[in-house]
Structures are given as C-alpha cells and as structure tokens.
C-alpha cells in the first residue's frame, strides 16, 4: 500500500472513446504528477500539480487534459487518443520541499491504458 | 537538465552485495543524487538520495564520489525482491515543482 491510488488499473478504449483516469492520495501532499511509460522508454513527466495549480506541462497533446479538483485527487481525462498513447500512466504525488516537505515521490501501481 | 549514464543491465547473486554505477559528470551544486527502483508490474519506488555524504537508510547505501561527478548505490545482501530497473536521478530539492528526469536506468537480475 503506497497511499497513492489509481483507477483503473486496465482500461480499453477505441480512438473516438471519451474516458478518464482517477488518481488520490492519502498523504496530505501538496504537489501530484502524471507519468507516462511507454514500452522500452524512460518515463515521461507529462503534468505537475502544486497545491492544485498546474505548474508543469511537458508539451503534452491536447488530446490529455488533467484536472485536479483538490489536493487529493488528480485526473486526467482522454479523448481521441490514438494507438501511440497506448501505455501505463503513473500517478505520483510529493510533499515539496520548498513547502516544508521531503520532495520525495510516492508513485501508483499505474494504469494500463490500451487504445485500439 | 543535467543527465546521468548507468550500465543497461547487472546481474547478482542472492545474499550477495551489489553496487550499482552511476555517472553524473555534468552535476551542479545544487543538484542531489536522487535512486529510486522498479519492481515489475509497479510504479517506481523511493531508495534513497544525498546531497555529498554518503547516505544509509533500511533499504540500501548510496557512495558519493568526492567531485560528486559519480555515486553508486549498495545493496548489502541482494534478495530476489530486489530484481528491479534502479533509477538514478538528479534533482533540486527547493527549486519549486520537483521535476525529476528519469532515465532508462540499471536492469537488476538476481540470481537465486
């Protein structure tokens, strides 16, 4: 149990599906991050979340649109996706240190999304 | 971002001591050396992260060079849990959002 939850662990959809992502912590951070991993890459930093304002966005295709409502729970909703965005999404969240905290992530077991 | 260059692959036997190489030649003074790990089929998990001492925690030990250009992470006694891809990460601490690069990093077999 690392604290940090995603929903759904598996997900299909085709390339004209509209579907989202869940991630929530129970950490009491203040900064959440989306993560993509595709097979045989390095992961990719898509969004960073601090204290529910989007700070980060790695040049990250329209088609993926974060959401975070509060400091707890993090989305990110798909639209029109293509085959290429198949992969595990990993949700990670921190306390940053320059807000007292250790910076260290806690990362989810990640969903696996498949677009066919 | 500065970069960090690991070997691909290591293998160990279990109960055996591993030291897992990393290269930073390009590391700035405010950058810590961050290792996290893999397991399959599982996010990432923190190992441990220093600054320029040599750092110890219940999991392993990280060895900072003196120029700080390279560390490497000890695993006292490898177990088959510890068969995972190690992550070496600069990062700084204080900056603002923690945007960590992660790289390929270091696949770990163990042998049984």
């Known amino acids: 149990e690392t604290g940090v939850t995603q929903t759904p662990r598996h997900l299909v959809m085709g390339m004209t599906n509209k579907k989202s992502l869940k991630c929530e912590q129970h950490l009491g951070h203040n900064a959440m991050y989306w993560y993509k991993q595709s097979a045989k890459k390095p992961l990719e930093l898509m969004f960073v979340?601090?204290?529910?304002?989007?700070?980060e966005n790695n040049s990250v295709p329209s088609r993926f649109s974060p959401e975070c409502p509060n400091s707890s729970h993090l989305f990110l909703h798909l639209h029109t996706l293509q085959p290429e965005d198949s992969a595990l999404y990993l949700c990670a969240s921190s306390h940053q240190a320059h807000l007292g905290g250790t910076g260290e992530l806690f990362f989810g077991e990640g969903s696996r999304l498949t677009v066919l | 971002d500065a970069k960090t260059t690991q070997p691909n692959s290591m293998e160990s036997n279990e109960e055996e001591p591993v030291h897992l190489p990393c290269n930073h030649s390009?590391?700035?003074?405010?950058?810590?050396i961050h290792w996290y790990r893999q397991l399959p089929s599982q996010g990432p998990e923190y190992v441990i992260h220093?600054?320029?001492s040599n750092v110890n925690n219940r999991m392993a030990s990280l060895a900072i060079a003196e120029d700080r250009k390279s560390s490497t992470l000890i695993l006292h006694r490898a177990t088959l849990r510890d068969a995972a891809v190690y992550y070496c990460i600069l990062g700084r601490i204080g900056g603002g959002s923690e945007k960590l690069v992660f790289g390929k990093g270091t696949k770990l077999t163990v042998n049984p």
């Open positions: 220093g600054l320029t």
């Open positions: 390009t590391i700035s003074g405010t950058d810590y």
């Open positions: 979340y601090s204290l529910e304002e989007r700070v």
